[in-house]
């Protein structure tokens, strides 16, 4: 299984971090899909830290195909 990490932007310029299982195109789509209309989603294409990516892979634990969910609170 693929798990993908996107950024989220939000109306007010927030950041938010989510996790989506599937291709690169499926997670953008879920990851869209979930967030309210106007919200942005973005492959995040390496550029994470260390402990960013460490803390990515673990919560990929428990992601099952097909779902996305936000991370924001275990990446910072």
Request: glycine share 12%; net charge negative; hydrophobic share 45%.
């Amino acid at each position: 299984m693929e798990a993908h990490l996107l950024q989220v932007t939000t109306d007010d310029g927030e950041r938010r971090f989510w996790l989506a299982a599937g291709t690169e195109e499926e997670a953008v789509q879920l990851v869209l899909d979930a967030i309210p209309e106007g919200w942005t989603a973005k492959l995040i294409d390496g550029g994470l830290t260390a402990r960013e990516e460490a803390a990515a892979l673990g919560l990929i634990v428990g992601l099952a195909p097909g779902e996305a969910r936000e991370v924001s609170r275990g990446i910072s």
